[in-house]
C-alpha cells in the first residue's frame, strides 16, 4: 500500500537558495542564484573537489531561510 504524502510531509529545501544574490543581500551585485554562490564557494576551499562539494552542499537543503543567509553573509560578504 503506497502512502500519501501531503506538501507538509514533504521537507523543502530553502527558497532563498535559487534565488539570485543581489535579490537575497543588498550588498551584493552578482545576478548568480545563492545555491551557485555557495557551490563556488565550498568548491574554492575544497581544492574543487566536485564530490566533496556535493556532499558538502547537502546540509543547506534542509537548513532555514535565516540559516543559509547567516552562511552566506558569515561566509560570502565581502
Known amino acids: 500500500m503506497t502512502e500519501i504524502l501531503s506538501d507538509a510531509d514533504i521537507a523543502k ?13 543588498d550588498w551584493s551585485d552578482s545576478k548568480v542564484d ?6 563556488d ?3 574554492e576551499s575544497n581544492n574543487h573537489s566536485t564530490d566533496k562539494t556535493a556532499e ?7 537548513m532555514s531561510e535565516d540559516e543559509v543567509k547567516d ?6 560578504k565581502k
Open 13 to 25: 529545501e530553502p527558497e532563498v537558495l535559487n534565488t539570485p544574490m543581489k535579490d537575497a543581500f
Open 41 to 43: 564557494h565550498i568548491m
Open 34 to 39: 545563492v545555491r551557485d554562490a555557495i557551490w
Open 56 to 62: 558538502a552542499m547537502k546540509p543547506f537543503l534542509d
Open 71 to 76: 552562511y552566506v553573509e558569515k561566509n560570502l
